[in-house]
């Protein structure tokens, strides 16, 4: 696989599979984490929800001023060293059980994020712009993809087993310990690298550091500051006056304008010959915004899927396996004392209090009598954090199949384009909301537990759209993108990123207005159709532009 690649993707490869064992473990334990009453923070659904998303947004904000940073000052080797050393610091802190210290860890692991990447995925298509290696970046880009994944599957292994025997903390700092193995592993590779980690400089006609922050990021910072302290009109739905639901909400859709403005103005002051490349690249990250804002829902609607509408019993030699691995926990079916939840699992709180019950665990609450054991019994149940590695597998094994895929069209001349790759991936994407809608059904809208084969079909179905998707984006950036800033409009393909998946806070927080969660899935599915109209009708125009700039 890798002979016919640069020498230095392997350690690419293994550098970003290390980041993402660390960030994935995080988010699959994050919103859990935030929920538990007892050693986590008791927030509700909607509460947990929304710092989710704001937070997911924020780390995918970043990379727009690391990206930047990178290109004119510091290189793209500097620029990951430091983004991974203060990604692994945040996951430490985090496991701190203080909400200052949550706080803190999270503004770390933002800005880190924002450093490391941009960089690494500009630094891998660096090599892929020499003349050998130009046919096969798509090619490359779904390795490195498939390295992401790998980190992404294994991780929550690790934080699940860690998080019953030793609580959250030491998950928590597992993820620390794999972003700094991923930062020694990028430093090891330093000799296959050459002179591609080299910053390019202050290009003429580029907006010099002083005037982006006085015309970007402090504008971006009044703006959130209005966002977070205008109100608008209170309704049922909308108790706190905020405009779109919440606060930070308001906050970050407010930051987000200035810097949006900016990257409009890179289309209008650009040379004629790099106009088209770069409108045909803010189209791209104009739709896949909503694509964005329904795959991050496995962090939370998802998560919370797993957790309370999906069957996680395990019995015979599965329960023996999973016992000993630590990666589940028994639970006694016997009336005790413990935290009051309505009929869609919302939690009860009083004068900021949660509310007390004496009833069975929240796990049987709607499983079928059937299925019920006996008063005093155990069962064991795998840990729902386990959910989160579904996709990521699908992303191992389905990897080679569609790199095969396009390899064998190649060969025949028939490979479709990289904006056609996105558009198809829109529509498999929106098609695999159909299986959740079918499991709402199945589950009589939550009334009884379903077969986790609903979530593995559905991450199933989604993970071919998000091939399809993901490294096509990151390939057509690297591909499309004026050289002198590069590393800047990879960083707007995760400003697009990072307002989807604020979209995605904001959707999975409204999971308990829905009574038919069906609805809730219908939603999405609308939003995703739409995203694949608007892109097959940018299809021809955007094949036109890289046709005429000389890229497949």
Known sequence: MWKSHPKALPFLFLSEMWERFGYYLMIGIFTLYLKDVEAGFAMTEKE??????TFIALVFLTPFIGGLIADRYLGYKKSIVIGGLMMGAGYFMMGIHNITMLYVAMTLVILGNGFFKPNISTLLGNFYNDEQYKEKKDEGYNIFYMGINIGAFICNFFGAALQILLGWQYAFMAAGVGMF???????LGTKHYGDKTEKKGFQQGDMPFYKIVLFILLPSVVFGVIGWLIKGVQSEVNTNSAIFGSDS???FIFACIPVIFFYGSLYFKAKAEDKRPIGALLSIFAVVILF?????????????????????????????????????????????????????????????EVKKTVDYPVYFRNTSKEALPQEGSKISVWVTSLSQSINPGWVIILTPLVVAFFTYLRGRKKEPSTPTKIAFGLLISALSVLVMVAAVQIGNNGAEKVSVWWLVANYGVITIGELFLSPMGLSVVSKLSPKNITALMMGGWFLSTSIGNKLSGVL?????????????????????????????????NLNKVMRDHGIN
């Not at 009574?515 to 939003?527: H, S, Y």
């Open 508 to 540: 999975a927080s409204m999971w308990d207005t829905y009574d038919d969660k069906a609805n809730f899935f219908w939603i999405n599915f609308g939003l995703l159709m739409f995203a694949t109209v608007l892109m097959f009708a940018l299809v021809k």
């Open 48 to 53: 947990a929800s929304d710092l989710y998303g």
């Open 249 to 251: 909400t308001d906050a």
């Open 181 to 187: 193995v991923g930062v020694i592993v990028f430093l």
């Open 292 to 352: 964005w804002a329904v795959f991050k829902l496995n962090g939370s609607a998802l998560n919370t899927w797993a957790d309370r509408y999906t069957d996680r019993q395990v019995t015979g030699t599965t329960e023996k396996v999973f016992s000993g691995l630590v990666l589940s926990k028994e639970l006694t079916y016997e009336k005790t004392e413990t935290e009051l939840y309505d009929e869609q699992f919302r939690l009860q709180k009083e004068n900021g």
